[in-house]
Structures are given as structure tokens and as C-alpha cells.
């Protein structure tokens, strides 16, 4: 059973991990790989990578990608977008930022002093397109 887009939207708000797919050459399946995400309701999802990366590689390639959400308590229920993606240089603050969103307070900074020997970031914003939710608990 589909959810409507309000809970849709509340659903990809939360800081879950995504299943992030983005499509291949040479026949091969999709790079299918999890990551961590933002989404402010009626915008944008974003996510930052490493700029030379695969999954960066591939995004600009592709010039789109789905991300797919789930959580499992109450019930089960995902939401999967999909739409074209922008692709820039990681501003000042945005890794900083998705690591206190996912990570408790001393974890962060002992992720953050680790991230500054990371590659140069990326930042890919994706412009939900089309939407896919279910609530399976909902029967």
C-alpha cells in the first residue's frame, strides 16, 4: 500500500541509511551501496561522496540515481526516489554536518579528525522525480 507523500516525505527526514543505485556500463547490475543522506520536505535529497570516488563517477555519468529508505518499527515501510542529480565541490560545514546527523556527539569528532585526511568531497543534490512507498505493516 502506497503512503501518502506528506509521510513519504517525513520518512526520508529521518536520519536512516539509504540504499543509494545508480546504473553501470557493460552490462553490468547497478552500483548498489549505502550511504548517508539529507532531505528537507519539497526539496532536495544530498549526500556527500568522494569526489573522485565511483559512486561520483558513476553519478556523472548517469546524470541521475535512486535512493531508497526503510525503517522497520512501527511497521515495515520504505520510500525510494529517483530523478536527476547536480553534482559540486563539498561546501564548508556539509561533511561536518552529515556526521553529526548520524553519529552521537564524541563519535562525531573522532569521525571528523579522521575526515580531514579524507580526498577531496563532493556534494550530489537529487531532485525527487518519482516515488515509491509501501507500508507493509498497513494490512
Same mark, same amino acid.
Given at each position: 500500500m502506497g503512503i501518502p507523500l506528506e509521510d513519504r516525505q517525513e520518512l526520508l527526514t529521518q536520519p536512516l541509511i539509504a540504499?543509494?543505485?545508480?546504473? @553501470?556500463?557493460?552490462? @553490468?547490475? +547497478?552500483l548498489t551501496v549505502p550511504i548517508w543522506y539529507d532531505y528537507t520536505p519539497g526539496g532536495e535529497v544530498w549526500f556527500v561522496t568522494g569526489k $573522485?570516488?565511483?559512486?561520483? @563517477?558513476?553519478? !556523472? !555519468? !548517469?546524470?541521475r540515481c &535512486?535512493?531508497?529508505?526503510? =525503517?522497520? $518499527? +512501527? &511497521?515495515?515501510r520504505y520510500v525510494s526516489v529517483e530523478g536527476p542529480v547536480r553534482i559540486a565541490d563539498a561546501a564548508e560545514g556539509e561533511s561536518e554536518a552529515m556526521a =553529526? =546527523?548520524?553519529?552521537? +556527539? $564524541?563519535?562525531?569528532?573522532?569521525y571528523l579528525a579522521e575526515a580531514a585526511n579524507f580526498p577531496p568531497e563532493a556534494t550530489v543534490r537529487l531532485s525527487p522525480e518519482n516515488w515509491l512507498s509501501a507500508d507493509l505493516g498497513a494490512f
Open positions: 540504499a543509494l543505485s545508480v546504473s @553501470r556500463e557493460n552490462g @553490468r547490475a +547497478p $573522485d570516488s565511483l559512486k561520483a @563517477r558513476l553519478l !556523472a !555519468a !548517469a546524470g &535512486t535512493l531508497m529508505v526503510e =525503517r522497520v $518499527d +512501527p &511497521t515495515v =553529526r =546527523r548520524y553519529l552521537p +556527539p $564524541d563519535a562525531a569528532e573522532a
